[in-house]
């Protein structure tokens, strides 16, 4: 069953081209990971080796299942929806979703996270139960065991969409089979009322994976060449700043992009299993084969570089949640809060509020916190150094998702809010960073 009528947030115009991109992008995800994979493993993290390896054997440098790797990865996930189920939290709640429902969500985050590492940590090198390096040891067999997992994982979430949805009136049918596969259906597949399938999915096996596969890419680091560079040293600690802080204000998470207006499929189910512990981990890969000494005032500045994005990022997304929260009625940088009280329909035909704040770091653009990751991903590549472009994957990755996020928002909120969006980008007439766009 769809939405009752269409609104704003139910998208359901899909170009053939734009079916075929996700047929495509859905038949060779896994392609660009195990890329990586392969050249990191076999040719030092050289993009173009292969190319010229006149010995190269597909069969030789692909990676392969095992039961080990399948069993650890069948683990970790059965381990974090545990902890996600079993932990206390307090309940947050997200933003109104188009048909006008108002979500609890459970935030026990920064526990599974702490439980995780300590677990881990304790483990490997206080038990010895395994070497803290296993992740990084069976990578191939691991990068198998995801994909097996992002891929049925994403089929079930279109059966369930189909067949037993959460919320029928907040799903959305494109029409295309491969576009309702690859971007999803429903808004908020759950289990029960508090299992939200999304928000397990890139919290827990995903972003909890991040400063774990990292720890372990040290560790081997340290096994291979006898020390942890202070590159790596520098990298672990922006990775674990930016997990730590996502998890400490997960009460946000429910509000951004990802929970409030992404449908759940391929696109976030793949991307939480694969992507995002592969791809956003590769400096630390890099690393490993290609360790890298920074000198004190590189270092510092890298240092200064990222930590400078993280306050934007911080003290941005942190002036939105103030003014939201407190309907206005706040001060920003010392003065009262200036914003736009807009309007909007629900698909229920329900008027709500909502407001756009236009004081602080959301006077300068619309998305300054983006322009403010933009300058810690610079950093996380930049202390990789200039042997080889892959760990700067990471920048033009963000660049990339950024960009197109900030264009994605600009149609749905000129959708949702109209005359009052006008208003904004005419107080507000950057987008990302003033004077480029
Ligand atoms: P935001 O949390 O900034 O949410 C964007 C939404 O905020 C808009 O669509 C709009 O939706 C609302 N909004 C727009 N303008 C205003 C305004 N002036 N005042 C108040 N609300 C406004 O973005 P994301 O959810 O994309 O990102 C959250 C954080 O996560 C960011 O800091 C981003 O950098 C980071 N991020 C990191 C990624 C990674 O892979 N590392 C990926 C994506 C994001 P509405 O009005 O409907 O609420």
């Not at 240092?303 to 706040?330: E, H």
């Amino acid at each position: 069953m769809g939405p009752k009528h269409e609104s704003w947030g139910h998208s359901t115009k899909v170009s053939n081209l734009d079916a075929f991109l996700m047929f495509f992008s859905l038949a060779t995800s896994p392609i660009s990971v195990i890329y990586t994979q392969v050249v990191c493993t076999h040719y030092q993290c050289s993009l173009s080796a292969p190319f010229f390896d006149k010995q190269f054997s597909l069969g030789a440098v692909l990676p392969q299942p095992s039961l080990k790797g399948g069993l650890i990865y069948a683990g970790w996930v059965l381990f974090q929806a545990a902890l996600f189920t079993f932990l206390p939290g307090k309940i947050g709640y997200g933003q109104r979703t188009p048909a006008g429902h108002l979500l609890p969500y459970k935030l026990n985050g920064l526990s599974a996270w702490l439980i995780t590492h300590v677990a881990f940590i304790t483990g490997s090198l206080c038990f010895k139960l395994f070497p803290a390096s296993i992740i990084a040891d069976l990578w191939g067999p691991l990068l198998v065991a995801a994909n097996v997992y992002g891929y049925i994982f994403s089929a079930f979430l279109y059966v369930k969409g189909h067949y037993f949805s959460s919320h029928p009136d907040d799903n959305t049918f494109s029409g295309s089979f491969f576009t309702d596969l690859f971007m999803g259906i429903e808004l908020n597949p759950r289990f029960g009322e508090l299992f939200d399938f999304k928000q397990f999915q890139n919290g827990r096996p995903g972003i909890i994976a991040w400063s774990l596969v990292d720890f372990s890419f040290a560790a081997a680091q340290y096994n291979k060449i006898g020390y942890v560079t202070n590159s790596m040293v520098l990298l672990c600690f922006f990775h674990c700043l930016y997990v730590i802080d996502f998890f400490y204000n997960e009460d946000c998470y429910p509000l951004t992009f990802d929970i409030a207006h992404d449908h759940f499929g391929f696109y976030l189910a793949w991307g939480g299993a694969v992507w995002l512990p592969w791809m956003y981990t590769l400096q630390a890969h890099y690393l490993l084969r290609n360790p890298v000494d920074l000198s004190t005032t590189a270092f510092t500045a890298l240092l200064a570089l990222g930590l400078i994005g993280y306050v934007i990022f911080r003290i941005a997304n942190d002036q939105k949640r103030l003014a939201r929260g407190s309907d206005g009625k706040c001060t920003i940088w010392g003065k009262p809060a200036k914003f736009i009280r807009a309007k909007y329909t629900t698909a229920d035909g329900a008027t709500h509020q909502s407001l756009l704040l236009i004081s602080g770091f959301w006077g300068i653009s619309h998305q300054f916190n983006y322009f403010g990751d933009l300058l810690i991903s610079s950093a996380d590549c930049l202390l990789c150094g200039f042997g080889h472009p892959l760990p700067y994957f990471y920048i033009v990755w963000m660049l990339g998702l950024l960009v197109h996020r900030v264009h994605r928002s600009e149609t749905r909120c000129q959708a949702k809010y109209g005359r009052y969006w006008d208003e904004y980008n005419k107080v507000v007439p950057w987008k990302l960073c003033p004077y480029i766009y």
